[in-house]
């Protein structure tokens, strides 16, 4: 593992949550570090359960959760959540827009919610709008848009405030590969000087851009460790892609039969 | 610099339904008034009268069903998650998304008011319009889209907007069934302006009603401290306390109204006093008057004065028709001034007596006072007389020579104060 405790922008301990009866997230431990963190799992696995705790967005049902070395949660005081959410950046896996705002004003609104500098956020704006690459379509209605740029509206939204945390669930759905490789592009420059973490169901999309990938099974961590280490499980690249995928594609599948075998025998 | 609070609200103002709900609170006004154009537009109160009622009973509706769907939107939009991940809070946030929907909407009313009050200015001879019961309105309509946008942030279901206007448009109108005090309460309770004006505090104490509910359900659902909500909801409860011991006291007469504008009186023309508000009708009704008044001139006891039915005339006056502004003076014009004339007549020899115990020489009796009476009339208005008299009655009169007609006028004239048949000189 990369990420060591001490240089942690995000601690977990003992997270746990429950949607009703069933646990959602199971006694979850977890720590990132700046960087692109991928969190891969199959559907219902409780990636966007963690992310919206992470988000601030849901409250753990036990367990710790610590960002930038403030805890979150029920217990935590509002100056001390509102300071951790300044720092924050958001895209939930469905993301809601006002359509008769304009690309300007819906990502402008959003920095008024994240309570950015009155000066810095005009310029902030056209910046994060340029990073998504729709600078030329700034001025135009949110509902005119299509759902690639609806998609990049709300990355655009999420890292107006340049956030130290940035949580994106599901990002790359709905972009064409051409704006999936920008995108990539993009989260790689935003994880040299933040922490990212990238749920997604889209394992190349890892392979790309992550350095770090969390394997989630069932509530538990079923794996964690490098892209190179997870690639490495799949065996040789035989430099074109097989019945059973790309090396990553198998490594994912070996790492997460290894973790449901090892529970099978407890 | 901009200040995003600024640029929030300027995108909330511009996007969305709000801009929709000034234009259609303004059109739900003034097709509302259109209609009844000739009953307000000769008085600043009627107009205020018609225009809070319109603005109580249909816009206060119309604006909570906006701001209700306005309040819907996190929801129909899905953008609650994201809402709840970011620093500002609730009540900021509630407040950027409600505010437009309730300024539009006092938009909306100010251009209604500002187009009612140039369409009445022409035609009103004295008052001013009450900024007291704009204001009033004004509260009430902001407390509207406040509570109506909780009420949509609260209730996930699609028809709860039209629901709610539904629900508005009853409970607004039903006080005005009730004899209670308490139908003060609704700010759509009808009042006559024209006649009166609120007590100086009303405004005040009234958006104290309104406003206090409307901050209460604000900080009850947005707040971070909830028991703050108990102070505006005390302030409103003592506002609306003192509203209900208060209630018809609200208004007291408008001392405008008691102003009284005359004629010129000259020599066989008596002089016409009227309402300040009539003054500009006054010439009608004397053109209206003017043949009656010259079959009067030289008739022993005939009034010198004609006042207004509201100020009660006194000796050696007489009462004047009484017409009502919007109905039989509409835009400064006498409707009908032939049945000005008719009334006046009327008023001038009527007999207000008590019918005696019944017998056959007193029917008999009272019948000839009848003809004779309506054949005075006939003869008094003229050419211009709606009434049916007695032909026989009315060919007498008419074939009386000068004087002794002014003779038997001027003791006819003497006799309506009294209530004994038997001296109604014979015709």
Redesign the interface.
């Known amino acids: 593992m990369s990420s060591t405790t001490a240089m942690s922008t995000v601690t977990v301990r003992k997270l746990t949550v429950r949607h009703r009866r069933t646990a959602v997230l199971d006694a979850v431990d977890l720590d990132f570090a700046p960087g692109v963190h991928g969190l891969l799992g199959p559907n219902g696995a409780g990636k966007t359960s963690l992310i ?1 705790v992470l ?3 849901a409250a753990p049902s036990g367990g710790q959760v610590e960002l930038f070395g403030s805890e979150v949660g029920a217990k935590s005081g ?1 100056r001390s ?3 951790v ?2 720092r ?1 950046g ?1 895209l ?1 896996q ?8 304009t690309v300007r ?2 990502v ?9 500098d ?2 810095a ?2 310029a902030a704006v056209e910046l994060a709008v340029a990073r998504v690459g729709l600078a030329d379509r700034i001025d135009a209605r949110v509902k005119t848009l299509s759902g690639g740029m609806v998609r990049r509206v709300g990355i655009a ?1 999420a890292i107006v405030n340049d956030p130290d945390l940035l949580l994106l669930d599901e990002p790359t759905a709905g972009l064409d590969p051409e704006q999936r490789v920008e995108f990539r592009a993009l989260i790689r420059e935003l994880g040299s000087t933040s922490t990212v973490i990238v749920s997604t169901h889209l394992v190349e999309d890892v392979a790309a851009a992550c350095t770090d990938v969390t394997l989630i099974e069932a509530g538990r961590i079923a794996y964690r460790g490098t892209t190179q280490e997870l690639t490495a499980l799949g065996g040789e690249d035989t430099g074109a892609d097989g019945p059973d995928g790309n090396p990553i594609e198998r490594g994912y599948t070996a790492a997460l039969r290894a973790h449901r075998a090892a529970v099978a025998r407890r | ?5 600024y ?2 609200l300027r ?1 909330e103002l ?3 339904l709000a801009p929709w709900t000034g234009p259609a609170v303004a059109l739900t006004l003034l097709v509302t008034l259109w209609g009844k154009a000739p009953q307000w537009q000769g008085s600043w109160g009627e107009t205020q009268s018609q225009l809070h009622s319109a603005a109580g009973l249909l816009a206060c509706p119309l604006v909570a069903a906006a701001a209700c769907w306005q309040g819907g ?2 929801h129909r ?12 809070s609730r009540l900021a ?1 509630a407040t950027t998304a409600a505010t437009p929907i309730a300024l539009w909407a006092a938009a909306g009313y100010l251009l209604a008011l500002g187009v009612a009050f140039a369409a009445t200015a022409p035609y009103t001879g004295a008052g001013s319009p009450s900024v007291s019961i704009v204001a009033t309105d004004l509260g009430f309509l902001l407390s509207v889209g406040f509570v109506g946008f909780v009420v949509g942030r609260l209730v996930r279901w699609r028809l709860i907007a039209p629901v709610l206007a539904v629900c508005a448009y009853v409970l607004l109108g039903f006080p005005g069934y009730l004899n209670s005090e308490a139908r003060f309460l609704s700010p759509a309770q009808a009042v006559a302006l024209e006649v009166s004006v609120p007590v100086w505090w009303f405004a005040p104490v009234l958006v104290a009603w309104t406003g206090g509910i409307a901050v209460s359900v604000l900080l009850a659902y947005a707040a ?1 401290r909830r028991y703050l909500a108990v102070v505006p909801l005390v302030l409103a409860i003592a506002a609306g306390t003192l509203v209900v011991h208060t209630g018809a006291d609200l208004f007291r007469d408008d001392p405008a109204m008691a102003r009284r504008v005359c004629s010129e009186a000259g020599p066989g023309t008596p002089q016409i006093c009227v309402n300040a508000s009539d003054a500009p009708v006054l010439p009608q009704m004397s053109q209206a008057l003017a043949g009656m008044f010259s079959r009067l001139e030289g008739v022993p006891g005939a009034p010198t004065r004609y006042v207004d039915t509201q100020s009660g005339p006194k000796d050696g006056e007489a009462g004047l028709a009484y017409v009502m502004r919007g109905w039989g003076i509409t835009r400064n014009r006498l409707t009908d001034p032939r049945g000005y004339a008719s009334d006046t007549a009327l008023t001038l020899v009527n007999r207000d007596c008590q019918a005696g115990p019944p017998g056959k020489d007193r029917k008999k009796e009272a019948e000839r006072v009848a003809r004779t009476t309506d054949a005075v009339i006939s003869w008094l208005t003229g050419e211009d007389s709606k009434r049916y008299a007695d032909s026989r009655y009315l060919a007498h009169l008419k074939t009386m020579p000068d004087a002794d007609r002014k003779v038997w006028l001027g003791r006819f004239l003497a006799t309506p104060q009294r209530c004994t048949p038997a001296e109604v000189p014979v015709l």
């Open positions: 919206r988000a601030t967005v509002h959540r509102a300071a959410r300044r924050l958001y939930p469905e993301f809601g827009y006002y359509p008769g705002f004003e819906f402008a609104y959003v920095a008024w919610l994240k309570e950015m009155a000066a956020v005009p939204q | 610099m901009t200040n995003p609070a640029t929030a995108a511009r996007r969305g939107r996190e939009r899905r953008t609650a998650e994201l809402l709840l991940s970011v620093p500002r946030q971070r």
